[in-house]
């Protein structure tokens, strides 16, 4: 089962992805020429490198889980983190705009 440290970690790749893909991406912030780069390549492409928040966040969530956990793999919990990691966008999407947005 799925420790309720991992569901912290899960929420805070789910944060930083939503800040990235939202926020820090956009035109005047940090990261803005990235978002020029992510225009320029394939759709399939550039949603898990920051053009969707959902995608990105999974992507994250899916090599994070693998950086910090390799010594202790578990392939259901990995599951679980990039579902979790996921779902906490929506969740993060729900409170922000008031309804589904995808």
Known sequence: MISVVNIGEAICFAIFAWTFSMILIDGDMIFSRWWEVLNRLPMWLS????????????????????????????????????????????????????????
């Not at 899916?62 to 956990?69: A, D, E, Q, R």
């Not at 990039?82 to 995808?102: D, E, L, M």
């Open 47 to 102: 949603k898990p490198l920051g053009a969707c928040e959902y995608c990105f966040a999974g992507q994250s969530a899916l090599w994070g889980y693998i950086i910090i956990h390799h010594s202790q793999y578990n392939v259901l919990e990995h599951i679980m983190y990039v579902s979790i990691t996921i779902f906490s966008i929506a969740i993060i999407n729900r409170i922000i705009y008031g309804t589904k947005n995808t």
